[in-house]
Every structure is written in C-alpha cells, then in structure tokens.
C-alpha cells in the first residue's frame, strides 16, 4: 500500500486535540509532511505546554495515519510557544514571552495559591516559567515555594531570580525581614515592582506570573498600564462579596485593555476530611454565572480542603506535593486552558519589525 501528502492531511484533519477541540490540520499544528513509499513522518506542533498529553496525540495522529494506508508513521510531538500581543504601546521584556496576571477584586480569595500552582503547573506542563510576587504589602511566594535567602547580583545593577521546583521566582519577601511591615506610599510600591519586573535577570520565560495585589487602586492600574500583559485570570469564591469585588477587577483589566483569559472559583465546596462530606458553604455556581454576564471563559473550580492549605503552608503547593491528585489535575486542567487561550492570540511581531533611526546630518 501506498499514501499521498493528500490523504495524509485528509487522515490528520480527522484527529481532534483533545485540549483545543480543533482538528490537527485547521488548527495548523501540523508540519513537515514526509512521505517516502509507505513511510510517513510529520511534525506536530502545540501552540502551548502539554508534555503530559504528548503520547496520546502521538497515538491518536499515527494511528489515523496508518488507518489511511500508511506502513508506518512517526509523529514527533513538541510544544513551541511564542509571545502574543499585549496592550497597545507597552514593549514586551526581552526574555518573558508572556505574562499572564493573577488577580482577585478582594484579598483571602485564595489568588496567590491559585498563582503558584498555575505556575507549577505549566512547568510541569515543560514551559519555562517565572513567578513575580507582586503583592508588596503581603509576599507570600516565598513561603509558599519554600525559598529564602537573598538574590545575587552579578553586576550591582540587576538580581538573579531565586528557584525552586523549576520555578524562578523574584519576591520583595526575598529583600526584606518577614515581619517588617511595607509602610509604603502607592508610588513607592509601583516603582519597587517595576524594579522586581525589569531588574531582574528572568531566564527565557515562556510565561511569567504575576501575582497581582488584591484590589483595584492605584498600584493595580499603573501595574495594569505599564507591565506588558497577555492576558489575565480573575480568582473568585463562590459568594457575593467576593464576585462584587472580582467584577470590579474583571472591568479595570478591560478598560485597559488587557484581555480576561477566564475566571477561576477557588474554595466553591468544602470536603470534609473525616467523611468526605461535600458542602458549598459559600454558595454556588457564582463564578460561573459572572463568566456568562461578561462573557469570558469558566477556568475551573477548586475545593476548599486542608490538604492544600497544608501543602502550600509547607512550601510544597498541591501540583509539586501531589502531582497526581485530582486536585493538582484540576491546577494543570486551568493552566491548558489559560496556555491554549494565549495562543489562539495574535503574536507578537513587534520582534520582526526593525528599529529605524532617523539622523540629522
């Protein structure tokens, strides 16, 4: 038997991601194409990490392959991911590709929980991936990551990030005593932040996570006009002072321009430890319905159980403590569907354009 590029495509565009729902040939992930007698190989490349989900597109794309005629096929999955565009006038940072905010209206909604274990789990996913601890008042990356020490500076100007579980992480928590309070005005904050952001030698990030302060003042706004954002994520409970206030977050990034990649419910049923009892103390179907009057995407939702308040108390968060836990696949759940929003963007073509300088003689 034999099989033509033709029928390969027609085969190909048959297997559906399971992550995007599109097929593998309209949704352009495939490349490569080599047909040699009965011999197929071919390319197929993610716009986003899913190191988990590679051995079952392979299966999937190969096996559609020889169902068409082929002797054999090899699919080579990988994930290549690009920078996407960000508000108008605001140049990206040379070695982040995206950066993805992580916000709530108000604070004890769980966003910085929701931020570490997003981060975890998009490098566990095989992206480069970074954590800015934006929320100078209250760091809590440090804790939560299991890290402490001071960053180096190699040239008395910049600092290296600090790391831990394949995470670079960069926190004010790293540069001053954990029970000095920040006595700080909003310009001092914003400045201090813009200097963790852009003094801090990031290492080729494919994405960076800020976790944003709680709230929608002055620090969020100037954060939300001056930091290059790809897109952000509204962490919520289920009841409604806390959608009051994500609302409100949810219409600043807006009115800025920042596109709103979903809506994560944290805390939205409580799991009893001793019977397993589950109960929405908070209500339900909050997040879900604020999603559907602004029309974004619903994440996920989390719940409220010690194991995770437990784990991320003791520096090991859920998707590093337990990796295979229906949790942590919840986490890594969030983090395709943030990582697959991101690259149905635009991209960033700012990089292909030349610099042009215009001399008086």
């Given at each position: 038997?034999s099989?033509?590029?033709d029928?390969?495509?027609?085969?190909l565009?048959?297997?559906i991601?399971p992550?995007t729902g599109?097929d593998?040939v309209?949704?352009?992930?495939?490349?490569?194409?080599?047909?040699?007698?009965?011999?197929?190989?071919f390319?197929?490349?993610?716009?986003y990490?899913?190191?988990?989900?590679?051995?079952?597109?392979?299966?999937?794309?190969?096996?559609?392959?020889?169902?068409a005629g082929?002797?054999?096929?090899?699919?080579?999955v990988?994930?290549?991911?690009?920078?996407?565009?960000?508000?108008?006038?605001?140049k990206l940072?040379?070695?982040v590709?995206?950066?993805i905010?992580?916000?709530?209206?108000?604070?004890?909604?769980g966003?910085?929980?929701?931020a570490?274990?997003?981060?975890?789990?998009?490098?566990a996913e095989?992206?480069?991936?970074g954590?800015?601890d934006?929320?100078i008042?209250?760091?809590?990356?440090?804790?939560?990551?299991?890290i402490?020490?001071?960053p180096?500076s190699k040239?008395?100007k910049?600092m290296?990030?600090l790391?831990?579980y394949?995470?670079?992480?960069?926190?004010?928590g790293f540069?001053?005593?954990?029970d000095?309070?920040?006595?700080?005005?909003?310009?001092?904050?914003?400045?201090?932040?813009?200097?963790?952001l852009e003094q801090?030698?990031?290492r080729?990030?494919?994405?960076?996570i800020v976790?944003m302060?709680?709230?929608?003042?002055?620090?969020?706004?100037t954060l939300s006009?001056k930091v290059?954002?790809?897109?952000a994520?509204?962490?919520?409970?289920?009841q409604?002072?806390?959608?009051l206030?994500a609302?409100?977050g949810?219409?600043?990034f807006e009115?800025?321009?920042?596109?709103?990649?979903?809506?994560?419910?944290n805390?939205?049923?409580?799991i009893c430890?001793n019977c397993?009892?589950?109960?929405?103390?908070?209500?339900?179907?909050?997040?879900?319905k604020?999603?559907k009057d602004?029309?974004?995407?619903?994440?996920?939702?989390?719940?409220?159980?010690?194991?995770?308040?437990?784990q991320?108390?003791s520096?090991?968060p859920?998707?590093?403590a337990?990796?295979?836990g229906?949790?942590?696949?919840?986490y890594?759940?969030?983090?395709?569907k943030?990582?697959?929003?991101?690259?149905?963007k635009?991209?960033?073509?700012s990089s292909k354009?030349p610099?042009?300088?215009?001399?008086?003689?």
């Open positions: 038997m099989i033509n590029q029928a390969v495509k027609a085969a565009s048959a297997v991601d992550n599109k593998l309209s949704s352009k992930t495939i490349k490569n194409v080599k047909v040699e007698g009965d011999s197929v190989t390319d197929v490349e993610l716009g990490p899913a190191k988990s989900q590679f051995a079952a597109i392979r299966a999937a794309a190969e096996g559609a392959v020889k169902a082929a002797g054999s096929a090899t699919a080579n990988h994930s290549k991911i690009t920078a996407h565009t960000v508000q108008r006038g605001i940072l040379p070695t590709k995206n950066i905010a992580v916000a709530s209206g108000k604070g004890g909604v966003k910085s929980t929701t570490v274990n997003l981060a975890l789990a998009l490098a095989g992206a480069q991936v954590v800015l934006a929320d008042y209250g760091p809590s990356q440090p804790m939560m990551l299991g402490a020490g001071r180096e040239d008395g910049t290296e990030p790391e831990n394949g995470v670079q992480v960069s926190s004010i540069l001053i005593d954990p000095e309070p920040m006595v700080w005005r909003g310009p001092m904050v914003t400045q201090a932040l813009q200097q963790l801090t030698n990031w080729d990030l494919d994405y960076l976790d302060p709680p709230g929608t003042g002055d620090i969020q706004l006009q290059p954002v790809t897109g994520v509204i962490v919520t409970t289920p409604d002072i806390a959608l206030d609302r409100k949810l219409k600043m009115k800025v321009g920042i596109p709103i990649l979903g809506v994560v419910e805390m939205s049923t409580h430890s397993g009892h589950t109960e929405a103390i908070f209500g339900e179907g909050g997040g879900e604020m999603t602004f029309n974004v995407d619903f994440l996920g939702r989390l719940p409220l159980t010690l194991a995770i308040r437990e991320t108390d520096g090991r859920t998707v590093v337990d990796p295979d229906a949790v942590a696949q919840v890594k759940e969030i983090a395709r943030v990582a697959i929003k991101i690259a149905e635009a991209k960033d073509m354009f610099n042009i300088v215009v001399k008086n003689d």
